[in-house]
């Protein structure tokens, strides 16, 4: 059974036939890209002519987002900008603490049952003067139900006095840099780290491992693949237990899964040996729409925490270096168990010091169990400089950089984390394409909106939040741009093969648009109407889920 779609315009990412205006389709699978009457030769067709008005490019692959963006939304979103949930509708930004607290409170009144917690998430003080929220502000929500709020950055969250009380930590005396205290000797309500975060969570509606999302949520993260015209996404830190790895056989094995989950087993939690070994078994599990088998190591923390790993001269506000998440012995146990077992690790490096000691460790690495293909890729890695670029190429390795960071922090790091030079260079897509390393762009969805037109407008454009240009020279052309969140990020996927591109035998994965892309303007790109998605030949309309 053949079907072509015929479209306005097909672009194809395929340098042999760049554009075209139909393509046929056959078991999920593409079966030739061209004019009708070519695809004609096939033998006989059903003609779709839905998408005649309407642009297609390859299903858009993001590289690295989190799957517990889903999760979130059953939460109330607390976030300064505004944000689409998986129903499609616009949450407005709140602006203000004061803001913050109203809707709260609006929610608090939906809740029938007295005790049950309410939590909201994406608080960001940064752009509210960096004023704090205390138990105080959210006792205005409720004194007898648990309220908290998770930040941004997920590495802190507010909580109301009642929640402390749950969780015994309303207590005088208590010495840890985790919970500030106030003038009373009485915690703020602050929790800063998820080691202090996590005896309160259950008290607070975050029960669950935050990394992992659970079925709903999984549902809801694909409805927002649909609506952003994404059709291969990855889960970068999952738990992937017993019960985990059931749930989502079975959600993504249902006909009406609309998206190919990429699941990264988190690298805490078991020694390296076991890691490998455990992964490797997974990968065995994988089904088209779940792939299995990569690992996902963080080697430091946030800029805009203070807690990346930096190397001289260090934070220009001039903040003690950050924090290590892994040890240089473990990293490079990691790294030789896994080239040997030829699984794929993705690291994150927030800072340079970061960058370097992956780079330091793959090449030693290497020595013992070279390998022709590994990609291994550098997530994040937002400050490195070109001298580790050309490492990068050398070395064979990939990176997927956070564009979108630019604009949400790029005012903050121009102005207090690392400087004006450094801030001009980050995430430095320019430099990344012109060593030759293979490179795509991300979201980081939940830290910032899954979609990967806005992210390659905020590659293309390198405009802050303010407005402001920030790193000419690092500005990428829409093309790049477009390569980096369709072949590009298949490729660090070890997926182009089988998704990025719209060409005979690949995965029938098309984001279905209002607009063209290529002609619409660099400064529109993330304007860009997305009309749903097409994967593995089933159509899914964002205005139908
Ligand atoms: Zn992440």
Redesign the pocket.
């Known amino acids: 059974m053949t079907t072509i779609f015929s479209a306005r315009k097909i672009i194809t990412m395929n340098p042999g036939q760049p554009s075209a205006t139909h393509v046929a389709v056959r078991d999920g699978r593409i079966l030739g890209v061209g004019s009708l009457e070519e695809l004609a030769t096939w033998g006989a067709y059903t003609l779709d002519g839905q998408f005649a008005d309407k642009v297609l490019m390859p299903g858009l692959v993001e590289g ?3 799957a517990m963006e889903g999760s979130l939304w059953q939460k109330v979103y607390c976030g300064f900008f505004d944000r689409m949930d998986p129903d499609g509708k616009i949450w407005e930004g709140s602006k203000s603490i004061e803001a913050v607290i109203e809707r709260l409170q609006e929610a608090e009144t939906q809740l029938a049952d007295p005790d049950e917690p309410l939590s909201g998430w994406q608080l960001d003080p940064i752009y509210m003067n960096n004023e704090r929220v205390t138990r105080h502000d959210l006792d205005n929500v409720s004194c007898t139900r648990p309220v908290a709020v998770l930040h941004a950055s997920g590495h802190i969250m507010n909580v109301n006095t009642k929640a402390l009380e749950l969780s015994g930590l309303l207590k005088q005396g208590l010495n840890h840099p985790g919970i500030p205290l106030g003038d009373d000797g009485l915690p703020t309500g602050e929790l800063k780290s998820p080691e202090v975060m996590t005896p309160v969570g259950p008290h607070v509606g975050f029960d669950r491992a935050m990394t992992d999302c659970d079925e709903e949520g999984l549902r809801a993260f694909a409805k927002l693949c649909v609506r952003t015209g994404v059709t291969t996404v990855t889960d ?2 999952a738990r992937l237990t017993d019960d985990g790895v059931d749930m989502m056989l079975r959600v993504t094995g249902e006909d009406a899964f609309p998206a190919r989950i990429v699941p990264f087993r988190f690298f805490m939690g078991l020694p390296p040996k076991e890691l490998v070994e455990v992964v490797s078994e997974l990968a065995e599990k994988s089904t088209d729409r779940l792939r299995f088998g990569k690992i996902k190591v963080i080697a430091d923390g946030s800029i805009q925490g203070f807690s990346a790993r930096m190397r001289w001269p260090g934070y220009h506000n001039g903040a003690p270096n950050g924090l290590w998440y892994i040890t240089p012995e473990h990293l490079a146990e990691i790294y030789d168990l896994a080239l040997a077992a030829n699984v794929q690790v993705h690291t ?1 490096t927030n800072g340079d010091q970061a960058t370097e000691l992956a780079l330091d460790t793959l090449e030693t690495a290497l020595l013992n169990s070279p390998s022709a293909d590994h990609r291994f890729t550098l ?2 890695c937002q400050l490195a400089d070109t001298a580790q670029f050309r490492r990068m190429h050398n070395l064979g390795m990939c990176v997927n950089l956070f564009a979108n960071h630019h604009f949400y922090w790029g005012d903050e790091h121009y102005r207090l984390t690392v400087g004006p030079d450094r801030a001009t260079r980050m995430n430095a897509c320019h430099t990344a394409l012109s060593s030759n390393v293979p490179m795509a762009i991300h979201s ?1 969805a939940p ?1 910032t909106p899954l979609g990967p037109l806005f992210t390659a407008w905020c590659a293309v454009n390198r405009l802050t939040a303010s407005g402001k240009v920030q790193g000419e020279a690092e500005k990428i052309s829409v093309a790049d741009a477009l390569y980096a969140v369709t072949l590009g990020a298949a490729y660090t996927l070890k997926l182009d093969s089988e998704v990025g591109s719209i060409e005979v035998g690949k995965k029938a994965d098309f984001a279905v648009l209002e607009d063209d892309p290529e002609t619409i303007g660099g400064d529109k790109l993330k304007d860009v109407r997305v009309w749903g998605t097409v994967q593995g030949g089933r159509m899914f309309a964002a205005a139908d889920l």
């Open positions: 690295h987002a989190h970068l830190a994150h997530q994040h980081d830290v």
